[in-house]
T-cell receptor, first 116, second 112 residues
Framework: AQKVTQAQTEISVVEKEDVTLDCVYETRDTTYYLFWYKQPPSGELVFLIR??????QNEISGRYSWNFQKSTSSFNFTITASQVVDSAVYFC?????????????FGTGTRLTIIP | DGGITQSPKYLFRKEGQNVTLSCEQNLNHDAMYWYRQDPGQGLRLIYYSQIVNDFQKGDIAEGYSVSREKKESFPLTVTSAQKNPTAFYLC???????????FGQGTRLTVV
């Protein structure tokens, strides 16, 4: 069974600090996909990044970076030089290529507050 | 514009009534999902559908029902059997399991 764990329920940092959001996943499949989504106060989830299980290359997009490590089943998300607009709930998600049972499972989310 | 539309945004239900939440997408996506969000519990999967006329139960399907008669539509009915239906409901769609999901703006259901 697939499972995603985000142990950090809430994080608060002062603006311009760096912050890392942790994500640990469980899966029996060799082919799977990992995602990060942002949920601002409006409620609609916004897609940030996708990674497949065969691509462990880390990725950087502006102030955002992602560290995928299969050895520890982790897919962590770092925001550098945080800004108030980064305040939101962030979700990590996992889908498996399990024919006939493909579903997208989310973690419980991390509420990030950036203090001005 | 392409997207996924949920309606209504706010919904009030009396105890013992069934209500149906609408979800429509014009993205030509095969997969559609319904999630429930409660404070501190993240997104929990209610039902999902990978193709028209087929759907599977998620982790918390009891008290809910769905249909997938058209590719574009995946309505969710919250039945009177759902004991604690007050929550925020999110619908999503994706082209395939390995592609990103697009979400609607959500429906906030309150039992009065």
């Amino acid at each position: 069974a697939q499972k995603v764990t985000q142990a950090q329920t809430e994080i608060s940092v002062v603006e311009k600090e760096d912050v890392t959001l942790d994500c640990v996943y469980e899966t029996r499949d060799t082919t799977y996909y990992l995602f990060w989504y942002k949920q601002p106060p409006s409620g609609e989830l916004v897609f940030l990044i996708r990674r497949n299980s065969f691509d462990e290359q880390n990725e950087i997009s502006g102030r955002y970076s992602w560290n995928f490590q299969k050895s520890t089943s982790s897919f962590n998300f770092t925001i550098t030089a945080s800004q108030v607009v980064d305040s939101a709930v962030y979700f990590c998600a996992l889908s498996e290529e399990n024919f006939g049972n493909e579903k997208l499972t989310f973690g419980t989310g991390t509420r990030l507050t950036i203090i001005p | 514009d392409g997207g996924i539309t949920q309606s209504p945004k706010y919904l009030f239900r009396k105890e013992g009534q069934n209500v149906t939440l609408s979800c429509e997408q014009n993205l030509n996506h095969d997969a559609m999902y319904w999630y429930r969000q409660d404070p501190g519990q993240g997104l929990r999967l209610i039902y999902y559908s990978q193709i028209v006329n087929d759907f599977q139960k998620g982790d918390i399907a009891e008290g809910y029902s769905v249909s997938r008669e058209k590719k574009e539509s995946f309505p969710l009915t919250v039945t009177s059997a759902q004991k604690n239906p007050t929550a925020f409901y999110l619908c999503a769609s994706s082209w395939r399991v390995e592609t990103e999901a697009f979400f609607g703006q959500g429906t906030r259901l309150t039992v009065v």
